[in-house]
């Protein structure tokens, strides 16, 4: 699974993206590329390596090196076109040439400001100094370019000749000659150019790709130390204490609503999270989601502790996918995404997150319906977490509750600005196999008809 | 030509036609021509690497233009690799146009080039401040077709307008076409201190009261506006629009109430007829704008694309008097 894929998963993992600050293009491409990782040793380097950045981040953040480097990686072009029109030995024109020039002297500077920064050893670039020479004929040091007289010696003469009656209003004729003449050797010398670059396509790709794997990098370090990151250690379990979701900590913030981070612990097999309205379920499977992404992809993650279990990759259920276009209801829809889960989960080790599974489908066959998937899921070795409002279920998995709605939690009136401070978000075990019945107390709270709310109890009552 | 001396007070000039085929690229030789032996360091380029000029007939329908040796010029790739000059490349912009990414390069020895350029004023903006940094003394835009949005004074410092007989073989209707558009160039600024305030307003329709205080009449787009909308004259008689003026405004104003007075931000923004202006202007509607562009020159090409030829001399004289102002011909300057 690359995660191009797993942003698709809806799982909250674009905002991370979204955060982070790349210097160019190629390091995002970099990052989009990158692949889910579940192999421990390879993660512990990735960590390593990202633990090194963030040293030197700090130490070095507002100096020299780490300036220097973030203004060459800022120059970045994405030359993948480029680089490969030189490996299959298309001749370059003037304007390629001068971005591989570019290109091989920002990867110098940037590799004297990697060496600065102490981290030459996880951030190798190759030496590209010769491509820079080759490009460099005159020696100016410079990364300007254009065909040079000294790469051809009838450049010279041609070129002098050209300038005299250029200045004179001379034979436009004789003008045009030289002019087609000068073209003829420029496109002679670009392709004896780019045959003699031909040998270094693959260091000049290196050198690309590890300059847009040096932009990722130092993106993660900075976004570690903006949202205080955690380093996460490797179980046969996940176990996180004070799990934060980074979209929803920002958006409360700004809000100044306060935000309560969760402890959560998850075996294989499936466990069920209950509880009332507006009490957290889907932002939890998210914030679950997005960690496991982060730490598969050689991040830190969103807690102040935690130990992840590696998996094949994530799979999700979350939100609408109603789509009219494609003729598929929202129940469809869902059924058919659950199905692809159950099939992908039989052979691979996945995280599954499930929102509330059979919701929009009668309440009979739907709670047949999510009885069969708890049952499937938690024979399997994946783990599993599926949210829902069903009670009685009969089912033997492992639950949740979140503790939701408390009426003394806070001294502040209760009205709908000031729900999420009567809320506790924490989870506790449970034992029962019944589901909060808090829909109608929320629905007061939020001002609702009053005669809706009236007979909804009356008919509760009889 | 006197002109050409006042182009080097100001840093950045645009050419603009009324119309395409008005003489633009010939006016542009002539200036750059001028330039070159005033020794000044020039730098140029061009907007829009729009529809209509990546066409098969582009190549061949625009004029090339002379660079001189030391001019600092920004094209798109492929028109790059077509140049007739000598020259060094000295940046390639990372955003691509449909004809590869801009670059820029110093001619070293002189010969012609097409130029091409940013589509939006925005990016244009950031060009020539890159031309700046390179160190030129002035950076000039050529416009493409008949696009205005180059000659606001937020993008240029100055500008010449280009007009002929591409616009109408008669006479008396290209004197009045030249003369609006002149008129809409020339209106009057609001004071400095409003234009400060005034300056900050992003987007809506704004009302101004007698204090000079501005407040948001809640209209996102003067597009939507009708005239059944009330009270938009509830702080008095003074309004801002930031965005675009259509006739529809100038026309829902002009049957609210008499005397109004609209700022507008400057002319390019102005997309209005001279009937709806006439109508406001009736009702002692006054248009004002933040801020007003340099005009330098006012050029005529008597020539149209049809081959249409008008009498020089008589038609520069008859737009001069309208004007009240010098008008050049463009192929007497070339020769």
Same mark, same amino acid.
């Given at each position: 699974?690359?995660i191009?894929?797993?942003?698709?998963?809806d799982?909250?993992?674009q905002?991370?993206?979204d955060?982070?600050?790349?210097?160019?293009?190629a390091g995002?491409?970099?990052?989009?590329?990158?692949d889910f990782?579940?192999n421990?040793?390879?993660?512990r380097?990735?960590?390593?390596r990202?633990d090194?950045?963030?040293q030197?981040?700090?130490?070095?953040k507002y100096k020299?090196p780490y300036?220097?480097l973030?203004h060459?990686?800022?120059c970045?072009?994405?030359?993948?076109?480029?680089?490969?029109?030189?490996?299959?030995?298309?001749?370059?024109?003037?304007?390629?040439?001068?971005?591989?020039?570019?290109?091989?002297?920002?990867?110098?500077?940037?590799?004297?400001?990697?060496?600065?920064?102490g981290?030459?050893e996880?951030?190798?670039?190759?030496?590209t100094?010769?491509?820079?020479s080759l490009l460099?004929?005159d020696?100016?040091?410079?990364?300007?370019?254009?065909?040079?007289?000294?790469?051809?010696?009838?450049?010279t003469?041609?070129r002098r000749e050209?300038?005299?009656?250029q200045?004179s209003?001379?034979?436009?004729i004789?003008?045009?000659?030289?002019?087609a003449l000068?073209?003829?050797?420029?496109a002679?010398?670009? *392709?004896r150019?780019s045959?003699?670059?031909?040998v270094?396509? =693959?260091t &000049?790709?290196?050198?690309?790709e590890q300059?847009a794997y %040096?932009d990722?990098?130092?993106a993660k370090a900075?976004?570690?130390?903006?949202?205080e990151?955690?380093?996460?250690?490797?179980?046969?379990?996940?176990?996180?204490?004070?799990?934060?979701?980074p979209?929803l900590?920002?958006r409360n913030?700004?809000?100044n609503?306060?935000?309560q981070?969760?402890?959560?612990?998850?075996?294989?097999?499936?466990c069920?999270?209950?509880?009332?309205n507006?009490?957290g379920?889907?932002?939890?499977?998210?914030?679950?989601?997005?960690a496991?992404?982060?730490?598969?992809c050689?991040?830190y993650?969103p807690?102040?502790k935690?130990?992840?279990?590696?998996f094949?990759?994530v799979?999700?259920?979350?939100?609408?996918d109603q789509?009219?276009m494609?003729?598929?209801?929202?129940?469809a829809?869902?059924?058919i995404k *659950?199905?692809?889960?159950?099939?992908?989960?039989?052979?691979? =080790?996945? &995280?599954?997150?499930?929102?509330?599974?059979?919701?929009? %489908?009668?309440?009979v066959?739907?709670k047949?319906?999510v009885q069969?998937i708890?049952?499937?899921?938690n024979?399997?070795?994946s783990?599993t977490?599926?949210?829902?409002?069903?009670?009685q279920l009969?089912a033997?998995?492992?639950?949740?509750?979140?503790?939701g709605?408390?009426?003394?939690m806070?001294?502040l009136?209760l009205?709908?600005?000031?729900i999420?401070?009567?809320?506790?978000?924490?989870?506790?075990?449970d034992?029962?196999d019944?589901?909060?019945?808090?829909?109608l107390?929320?629905?007061?709270?939020?001002?609702c008809d009053?005669e809706?709310?009236?007979l909804?109890?009356?008919?509760?009552?009889? | 030509m006197p002109?050409?001396?006042n182009?080097?007070?100001y840093?950045?000039?645009?050419?603009v036609?009324?119309?395409?085929?008005?003489?633009k690229?010939?006016?542009?030789n002539?200036?750059l021509?001028?330039?070159?032996?005033?020794?000044?360091?020039?730098g140029?380029?061009s907007?829009?690497?729009?529809?209509?000029?990546v066409?098969?007939?582009?190549?061949?329908a625009?004029?090339?233009i002379?660079?001189?040796?030391?001019?600092?010029f920004?094209?798109?790739?492929?028109?790059y690799?077509?140049?007739q000059?000598?020259?060094?490349?000295?940046?390639?912009?990372?955003?691509?146009?449909a004809?590869?990414?801009?670059?820029?390069?110093?001619?070293l020895?002189?010969?012609?080039?097409?130029?091409?350029?940013?589509?939006?004023?925005?990016?244009?903006?950031t060009?020539?401040?890159?031309?700046?940094?390179?160190?030129?003394?002035?950076?000039?835009?050529?416009?493409?077709?008949?696009r205005?949005s180059l000659?606001?004074?937020?993008?240029t410092?100055?500008?010449?307008?280009?007009?002929?007989?591409?616009?109408?073989?008669?006479?008396?209707?290209?004197v009045?076409?030249?003369?609006?558009?002149?008129?809409l160039?020339?209106?009057?600024?609001?004071d400095?201190?409003?234009r400060?305030?005034?300056?900050?307003?992003?987007?809506?329709?704004?009302?101004?009261?007698?204090?000079?205080?501005?407040?948001?009449l809640?209209?996102?787009?003067?597009f939507?506006i009708?005239r059944?909308e009330?009270?938009?004259?509830?702080?008095g008689?003074?309004?801002?629009?930031s965005g675009?003026?259509?006739?529809?405004?100038?026309?829902?104003?002009a049957?609210?109430e008499?005397g109004i007075?609209?700022i507008?931000?400057?002319?390019?923004?102005?997309?209005?007829?001279?009937?709806?202006?006439?109508?406001?202007?009736?009702?002692?509607?006054?248009?004002l704008?933040?801020?007003?562009?340099?005009l330098?020159?006012?050029?005529?090409?008597?020539?149209?694309?049809?081959?249409f030829?008008?009498?020089?001399?008589?038609?520069c004289?008859?737009?001069?008097?309208?004007?009240q102002?010098?008008v050049?011909?463009?192929?007497k300057?070339?020769?």
């Amino acid at each position: 699974m690359k995660i191009k894929e797993l942003i698709k998963q809806d799982a909250g993992f674009q905002y991370i993206i979204d955060s982070m600050e790349f210097m160019s293009s190629a390091g995002r491409r970099r990052m989009l590329k990158t692949d889910f990782c579940n192999n421990a040793d390879e993660l512990r380097n990735e960590w390593h390596r990202l633990d090194c950045a963030i040293q030197a981040t700090l130490e070095y953040k507002y100096k020299k090196p780490y300036i220097d480097l973030r203004h060459c990686l800022m120059c970045l072009h994405d030359l993948q076109g480029t680089l490969s029109s030189l490996s299959n030995h298309t001749a370059l024109n003037e304007v390629e040439l001068f971005e591989i020039k570019t290109l091989s002297q920002q990867a110098q500077i940037a590799k004297g400001a990697i060496e600065g920064l102490g981290l030459s050893e996880i951030l190798p670039i190759p030496d590209t100094s010769e491509v820079f020479s080759l490009l460099d004929p005159d020696h100016t040091g410079i990364a300007n370019f254009y065909i040079y007289d000294s790469y051809d010696p009838r450049l010279t003469p041609l070129r002098r000749e050209l300038n005299a009656l250029q200045t004179s209003d001379g034979d436009p004729i004789r003008i045009s000659e030289l002019l087609a003449l000068q073209n003829e050797i420029q496109a002679e010398v670009c *392709i004896r150019l780019s045959d003699q670059l031909h040998v270094w396509a =693959d260091t &000049l790709i290196t050198t690309m790709e590890q300059m847009a794997y %040096t932009d990722f990098l130092l993106a993660k370090a900075e976004l570690s130390i903006r949202w205080e990151l955690t380093q996460p250690e490797i179980g046969d379990a996940i176990e996180y204490k004070g799990l934060i979701n980074p979209r929803l900590k920002e958006r409360n913030e700004k809000a100044n609503l306060r935000y309560q981070p969760v402890d959560i612990t998850l075996h294989p097999g499936v466990c069920l999270i209950t509880g009332a309205n507006m009490a957290g379920k889907t932002v939890l499977l998210k914030s679950v989601g997005t960690a496991q992404i982060m730490a598969q992809c050689g991040m830190y993650i969103p807690a102040s502790k935690a130990v992840v279990k590696l998996f094949e990759g994530v799979l999700t259920s979350i939100g609408d996918d109603q789509d009219e276009m494609n003729g598929l209801s929202s129940y469809a829809a869902e059924i058919i995404k *659950i199905s692809d889960i159950l099939r992908s989960c039989r052979q691979h =080790d996945m &995280l599954v997150l499930i929102d509330e599974p059979a919701r929009t %489908t009668n309440p009979v066959e739907g709670k047949a319906l999510v009885q069969a998937i708890i049952k499937i899921l938690n024979d399997m070795s994946s783990t599993t977490m599926v949210t829902t409002h069903y009670s009685q279920l009969g089912a033997t998995c492992r639950r949740l509750r979140v503790k939701g709605f408390v009426e003394n939690m806070s001294d502040l009136p209760l009205n709908p600005q000031n729900i999420n401070r009567f809320i506790d978000y924490s989870l506790t075990e449970d034992n029962s196999d019944d589901v909060p019945h808090e829909a109608l107390r929320i629905a007061t709270i939020l001002n609702c008809d009053t005669e809706m709310i009236t007979l909804a109890q009356q008919n509760i009552n009889q | 030509m006197p002109f050409v001396r006042n182009i080097l007070h100001y840093n950045s000039l645009s050419i603009v036609g009324l119309e395409k085929n008005t003489g633009k690229t010939v006016c542009l030789n002539y200036i750059l021509r001028r330039l070159n032996d005033m020794g000044a360091h020039v730098g140029v380029t061009s907007i829009g690497v729009d529809g209509e000029q990546v066409d098969s007939v582009f190549a061949t329908a625009k004029p090339e233009i002379v660079l001189y040796e030391g001019t600092h010029f920004i094209t798109s790739e492929q028109h790059y690799l077509k140049r007739q000059l000598v020259s060094c490349l000295e940046a390639v912009d990372s955003r691509r146009t449909a004809l590869g990414p801009l670059v820029t390069a110093r001619v070293l020895i002189r010969g012609k080039a097409l130029l091409s350029g940013a589509a939006t004023t925005g990016i244009l903006r950031t060009q020539i401040e890159q031309l700046d940094s390179m160190g030129v003394d002035i950076s000039i835009v050529d416009g493409a077709l008949s696009r205005l949005s180059l000659a606001s004074p937020t993008v240029t410092d100055a500008m010449i307008l280009a007009t002929g007989a591409a616009v109408s073989a008669n006479v008396k209707q290209l004197v009045s076409k030249t003369k609006f558009l002149h008129n809409l160039i020339l209106l009057d600024e609001v004071d400095p201190s409003l234009r400060e305030q005034l300056n900050t307003i992003q987007s809506g329709l704004w009302a101004v009261d007698d204090e000079g205080h501005p407040h948001d009449l809640g209209i996102a787009s003067v597009f939507l506006i009708d005239r059944a909308e009330k009270d938009i004259l509830r702080f008095g008689k003074t309004l801002f629009a930031s965005g675009a003026v259509s006739d529809r405004l100038l026309r829902v104003l002009a049957a609210k109430e008499k005397g109004i007075t609209l700022i507008a931000r400057d002319f390019t923004k102005l997309f209005i007829t001279p009937e709806a202006y006439n109508e406001f202007t009736r009702r002692d509607g006054r248009l004002l704008v933040l801020q007003r562009s340099k005009l330098i020159a006012v050029t005529l090409n008597p020539t149209s694309p049809q081959g249409f030829l008008l009498d020089s001399k008589t038609t520069c004289n008859i737009l001069s008097d309208a004007l009240q102002t010098p008008v050049y011909d463009v192929m007497k300057i070339e020769q």
